[in-house]
């Protein structure tokens, strides 16, 4: 029997993504053994304001950028399977793909707010989850009400390397050098970094690869 395929999930509006995004990802990969990561860029994020948010094509884009050369894929597959919440995603990405196994990944600034998430117990019941130290921010998932849910479910990294031998809930607390970067520091300082990214395909449909690849290629990888 082929040991199980595992794969990161690393979801957020990516609005825009940028080298922060890919550098906590290639150590989140690398200290689970991960053989592959997907960022799942959200159509729309309940928790977030619209106002600012660039366009589906313009994120993805961006995402694309950033993952060359990387064991990064990045992704709209949530318009695929017709998802708007966490939690609905991860059960529906299980079911599709069952020879892979996931870990939801998300900085320590997502951990402090997890409990405001739609079934975010059965997220955590769904998949392992790894949380990433986030400067400013870890003060406040240590201390929130999700975090003193999953504190008994904490494992070491190590658990997950092994590959088949975790279940979930589990939760694996990564330490990561404060990487400062933000999507919001950039779009202060580009306000036209989407229109820029479109040109000259301003009109073309948004294309993803999990979708338009088949199901058979993922599998057999």
Do not use: C
């Not at 694309?64 to 990387?70: I, W």
């Not at 997950?160 to 589990?170: H, N, V, Y």
Request: aromatic residues 10%; without cysteine.
């Amino acid at each position: 029997m082929s040991r199980p395929y595992l794969t990161g999930l690393l979801g957020g509006s990516f609005n825009p993504a940028h080298g922060g995004h890919r550098r906590i990802t290639l150590f989140a990969a690398d200290a689970l053994g991960l053989d592959e990561t997907w960022w799942l860029v959200s159509p729309g994020n309940p928790l977030k304001p619209q106002d600012d948010m660039g366009s589906l094509k313009a994120r993805l884009r961006s995402a694309e950028r950033q993952a060359r050369r990387a064991p990064i894929v990045p992704s709209a597959i949530e318009l695929d399977l017709d998802t708007r919440y966490t939690v609905d995603t991860l059960r529906k990405l299980v079911r599709r793909y069952p020879r892979r196994r996931f870990v939801w990944l998300m900085g320590a600034d997502n951990l402090a707010q997890f409990h405001l998430w739609r079934g975010w117990r059965r997220i955590a019941r769904t998949m392992p989850i790894a949380v990433i130290a986030r400067p400013g921010y870890d003060a406040a998932a240590m201390t929130s009400p999700a975090m003193a849910w999953l504190r008994r479910y904490i494992v070491p990294a190590a658990s997950i390397r092994k590959r088949g031998q975790w279940s979930a809930p589990a939760l694996v607390l990564l330490r990561f050098d404060p990487d400062h970067r933000s999507a919001t520091a950039i779009r202060r300082a580009h306000a036209g970094w989407a229109a820029a990214l479109l040109k000259p395909d301003q009109d073309a449909p948004v294309r993803d690869r999990l979708t338009f690849r088949s199901i058979r290629t993922w599998e057999d990888a």
